[in-house]
């Protein structure tokens, strides 16, 4: 692994509440919903790193963040060691070919009246990397890359044309085609039939090899969580409460919320004990946190303490970093 390509600190991303008619009259103060609320990571050149969460954990605003589609409300994003929190213009347009995302639904990220391949060209004229035939060679090779052949026919089909495999296939070819060294990946494989998901992941993979590329993944199904990443970090109503190496998050776990995900990836034995059963839903929109640790509602071994104090984030061991007041007497 690489010297580090990506910092975040103390980031913090605050959706405001329109206020209700009673709340005007009463003069409340706005409410805001608390997505992300203090987080800080970093990821190194050439890794993998997945956030991994139930929906609603925030995962995929901080994506978002990251990619500069949204501001954040507090906190800091370096890429490179520069400071992008702020970055517009020309720089954010730098950034951009450099910073690319792969969404959940290609679908809704194509133009339904744009040929695949005019689709793909887009960003290299957008970009000013080719154009003209050369820019067609391009697309040509790597709609060949991601297995789109022969490519001549990928080329002149539209959206409707293709399967949801083919279509995530062409979301990865058009932004692999400018090269970028950093990739957003949010839940880029859940709607795609399970036979393909591992197909798609490995050309992933392929690309991370030939471009020297770093992903953040965002995954809400461990299994892909552990198939492709070097570490995980696991989110929880805006906060993320545990990170760690791939193999130590499943090997040992310690994190009540994250033996609960696992326990709930299913097995071919479905009659297996489950350890760790969750009681309740993660809130669909994080606006009144519970006080403490915001997991006690849920958590099974709650204490006194859970409910009146928030655990910060901590190393435990090399690598291995906890939110949790049990991880004191690990
Ligand atoms: Fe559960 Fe307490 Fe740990 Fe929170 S701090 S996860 S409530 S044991």
């Given at each position: 692994m690489?010297?580090?390509?990506?910092?975040?600190?103390?980031?913090?991303?605050?959706?405001?509440?329109?206020?209700?008619?009673?709340?005007?009259?009463?003069?409340?103060?706005?409410?805001?919903?608390?997505?992300?609320?203090g987080?800080?990571?970093?990821?190194?050149?050439?890794?993998?790193?997945?956030?991994?969460?139930?929906?609603?954990?925030?995962?995929?605003?901080?994506?978002?963040?990251?990619?500069?589609?949204?501001?954040?409300?507090?906190?800091?994003?370096?890429?490179?060691?520069?400071?992008?929190?702020?970055?517009?213009?020309?720089?954010?347009?730098?950034?951009?070919?450099?910073?690319?995302?792969?969404f959940?639904d290609?679908?809704?990220?194509?133009?339904?009246?744009?040929?695949?391949?005019?689709?793909?060209k887009?960003?290299?004229?957008?970009?000013?990397?080719?154009?003209?035939?050369?820019?067609?060679?391009?697309?040509?090779?790597?709609?060949?890359?991601?297995?789109?052949?022969?490519?001549?026919?990928?080329?002149?089909?539209?959206?409707?044309?293709?399967?949801?495999g083919?279509?995530?296939?062409?979301?990865?070819?058009r932004?692999?085609?400018?090269?970028?060294e950093?990739?957003?990946?949010?839940?880029?494989?859940?709607?795609?039939?399970?036979?393909?998901?591992?197909?798609?992941?490995?050309?992933?993979?392929?690309?991370?090899?030939?471009?020297?590329?770093?992903?953040l993944?965002?995954?809400?199904?461990?299994?892909?969580?552990?198939?492709?990443?070097?570490?995980?970090?696991?989110?929880?109503l805006?906060?993320?409460?545990?990170i760690?190496?791939?193999?130590?998050?499943?090997?040992?776990?310690?994190?009540?919320?994250?033996?609960?995900?696992?326990?709930?990836?299913?097995?071919?034995?479905?009659?297996?004990k489950?350890?760790?059963?969750?009681?309740?839903?993660?809130p669909?929109?994080?606006?009144d946190?519970?006080?403490?640790?915001?997991?006690?509602?849920?958590?099974?071994?709650?204490?006194?303490?859970c409910?009146r104090?928030?655990?910060?984030?901590?190393?435990?061991?090399?690598?291995?970093?906890?939110?949790?007041?049990?991880?004191?007497?690990?």
């Open positions: 690489g010297e580090e390509i990506l910092r975040v600190e103390n980031l913090k991303k605050y959706f405001p509440l329109e206020k209700s008619f009673v709340e005007k009259i009463l003069s409340r103060q706005r409410r805001y919903v608390r997505a992300v609320d987080i800080s990571f970093s990821i190194r050149r050439g890794e993998i790193f997945t956030l991994a969460g139930e929906t609603g954990s925030g995962k995929t605003t901080v994506g978002r963040l990251i990619l500069r589609l949204i501001d954040p409300t507090d906190g800091k994003i370096f890429f490179d060691d520069k400071d992008i929190t702020n970055l517009k213009g020309e720089a954010l347009r730098e950034l951009r070919r450099k910073m690319q995302p792969i959940q290609p679908y809704s990220s194509l133009n339904p009246r744009m040929k695949v391949g005019e689709a793909i887009h960003p290299v004229e957008i970009h000013g990397i080719a154009g003209g035939e050369e820019a067609r060679s391009l697309v040509l090779e790597i709609l060949e890359k991601v297995g789109l052949t022969p490519p001549e026919k990928f080329y002149e089909l539209y959206p409707k044309d293709l399967s949801g083919q279509r995530q296939r062409v979301a990865i070819a932004a692999m085609i400018i090269k970028p950093f990739i957003v990946a949010d839940e880029a494989v859940s709607m795609i039939d399970v036979s393909l998901k591992a197909a798609i992941l490995e050309l992933m993979l392929s690309f991370r090899k030939e471009l020297d590329l770093t992903y993944f965002i995954t809400h199904e461990l299994a892909v969580a552990k198939y492709i990443s070097d570490r995980i970090g696991v989110m929880y805006g906060k993320i409460v545990e760690a190496p791939t193999s130590k998050i499943f090997e040992n776990p310690i994190h009540p919320y994250t033996k609960a995900l696992i326990a709930a990836i299913p097995v071919p034995n479905p009659r297996r489950k350890k760790f059963i969750l009681k309740g839903e993660v669909v929109a994080p606006i946190i519970p006080s403490g640790c915001r997991f006690h509602p849920r958590c099974p071994l709650a204490t006194d303490k409910r104090n928030e655990p910060e984030l901590e190393e435990i061991e090399n690598n291995h970093y906890i939110a949790c007041w049990l991880s004191e007497e690990n």
